[in-house]
């Protein structure tokens, strides 16, 4: 396993006796056939370097998607959120259909790293962070690492109509990426945890965890699908649902906290704007 962590100054890996700076950028790492060899080359003779204390997100020209209806939670919070628009029985055909529900999130400029804000929409009045595991995919489509997500979302607009998921997921700071890429060869195990807490004037508004064994479908299946018809020169993030959804009476405020950990990535925390 190797973490990496970016800087204004470009990438910095961290193994389990060493920690140096590469030459080295997120496009070629996404780019390569083998992402994990090319770092493993890199990483010799490289000089060495200290973790920048708030790096920046993990990325570079990579676009975002996400997987929605993921898991059973997930499920059932979008029919109740969309009970009054009629639409409840679309995400119930889309957690048992072979197709998974995949969407476009963010570009690099909309994305926030760690310790910068998140925002919450001027015209929403129903907003939650969806904490999610993260696949990092290269340009051929091979799952070759993981980080941290944060899927903003306004789940008043998207209950209003399913059709507007878009504005209910795509504006600016609407993602957050980070700590660090994890680089790895083997599929996390079944039973990582991802928790969610948020706090507020600093006391726990909500808390919440799950696993990923959570997950529905299988991660290379939802990669399948996202590559159908669809080159990603850069390779892509694929974030990849939600099993926390705070109750239906809560929502985000302006200076609230939100930190995710999925370990052994780390730690993501964004306040929100």
Known sequence: ????????????????????????????????????????????????????????????????????????????????????????TFYDRVYQAERPELFFKATPHRVAGPGEAVKIRRDSKWNVPEPELTLAINSQGKIFGYTVGNDMSSRDIEGENPLYLPQAKVYDRSAALGPALLVTDEPLPPDTAIALEIRRAGQTAFQGSTTIDQIKRSLPSLVEFLFRDNAFPNGCYLMTGTGIVPPDGFTLQSADEISITIEPIGTLVNPVA
């Open 1 to 88: 396993m190797i973490k990496l962590y970016s800087d204004s100054d470009g990438l910095i890996a961290v193994t389990s006796d060493k920690t140096v700076r590469l030459d080295l950028t997120l496009d070629a790492l996404f780019q390569s056939p083998d992402p994990g060899a090319l770092l493993r080359q890199k990483l010799v003779d490289a000089p060495a370097a200290t973790i920048p204390t708030r790096g920046r997100a993990p990325l570079q020209s990579q676009e975002i998607w996400a997987a929605g209806v993921t898991y059973f939670r997930s499920m059932s919070a979008r029919k109740e959120e969309s009970k009054k628009a009629g639409g409840d």
